[in-house]
Structure formats: C-alpha cells, structure tokens
C-alpha cells in the first residue's frame, strides 16, 4: 500500500503483470489462451455448483440456513434451482470443442487439465494438505475446538 497516494501499487503491478502475461500468451497461442480461460471458467462454476447444491440440499430438506441480513424469501428454491442448473450447463457447454472438425490442435483440453488440476489437489491434500489443515467451522462461535489453529506446522 502506497501511504502517500493511498493505493495498492502492488496490487496494481501484479495484476498489470498477469494482464501482460495473458496477452503475450494469446499473442503466442490463441489454444492455450483458451484453455486457461476455459480452465478458469471450469473452476469457477464448480465452485458456484458446489456451493449453491449444498444451500439447495438444504433448502430442498427443510433445514433452517443460518441467519443473514438479506434473504431470496420464498423464491430462494427456485432461484437456487436454476443457479445450479445453469452452472451445471455452463460446465458442460465449456468442455466443448470451439472448431470442427475436432483434430489434436483445436480440441478443447480445459476438462483435461481441469481433470489434472483436481487430481493434483485431492493428492496434494492427501499427502500434505489434511496434516496441516484446520476447517473454519472450527473457530465458529460455540464450536470452536481446544488445541486447533488456523495453521499449524
């Protein structure tokens, strides 16, 4: 944070930095610049999938969701529906092929590198990840767990 013009010049520099990168990849291979973002789109909607089914699961089984200021009322099944739906669709419709015929040069390999990044992570967490980790429901208010950090090492 720059104290004299109160902005966040690393943050600025950083994301200048990636903008540059992305360019400089599409420049050189309009294929692996699809693929990033294809990936980055994969793993977003996954997670808006995930997230949105679990509030779903519980909207759909009568469980009480915790207390927030705003709420969706009783449209929030339905709206939580079709978010879900969406998400699913939009998974499925970024995995597709954007030229035909499909030859080994213009496949979409965002699934498989989507596919090879949640692998990774799963063994990642297998083998390194669950020694270190603490879930955050763990330090909510009136569950928190004696002997737990945020990290340990």
């Given at each position: 944070?720059?104290?004299?013009?109160?902005?966040?010049t690393?943050?600025?520099?950083?994301?200048?930095?990636?903008?540059?990168?992305?360019?400089?990849?599409?420049?050189?291979?309009?294929?692996?610049?699809?693929?990033?973002?294809?990936?980055?789109?994969l793993?977003v909607?996954?997670?808006?999938?995930?997230?949105?089914?679990?509030?779903?699961?519980?909207?759909?089984?009568?469980?009480?969701?915790?207390?927030?200021?705003?709420?969706?009322g009783?449209?929030?099944?339905?709206?939580?529906?079709?978010?879900?739906?969406?998400?699913a669709?939009?998974i499925v419709?970024?995995?597709?092929?954007?030229t035909?015929?499909?030859?080994?040069?213009?496949?979409?390999?965002?699934?498989?590198?989507?596919?090879?990044?949640?692998?990774?992570?799963?063994v990642?967490?297998?083998?390194?990840?669950?020694?270190?980790?603490?879930?955050?429901?763990?330090?909510?208010?009136?569950?928190?767990?004696?002997g737990?950090?945020?990290?340990t090492?």
């Open positions: 944070m720059d104290r004299k013009r109160k902005i966040p690393n943050a600025i520099y950083v994301s200048s930095f990636a903008s540059v990168v992305l360019v400089l990849i599409n420049l050189g291979s309009p294929l692996a610049f699809n693929i990033i973002i294809s990936v980055a789109i793993g909607q996954s997670t808006y999938l995930i997230s949105i089914g679990c509030v779903l699961l519980k909207r759909l089984n009568g469980e009480p969701l915790p207390p927030a200021r705003w709420s969706l009783r449209y929030g099944i339905a709206i939580n529906a079709y978010a879900f739906l969406y998400s669709f939009a419709i970024c995995c597709f092929p954007t035909l015929p499909v030859t080994m040069k213009n496949m979409n390999w965002a699934p498989v590198v989507w596919v090879g990044v949640l692998v990774g992570s799963c990642f967490y297998v083998f390194w990840g669950k020694r270190f980790y603490t879930a955050p429901v763990q330090f909510v208010e009136g569950r928190k767990v004696e737990t950090a945020l990290q090492s």
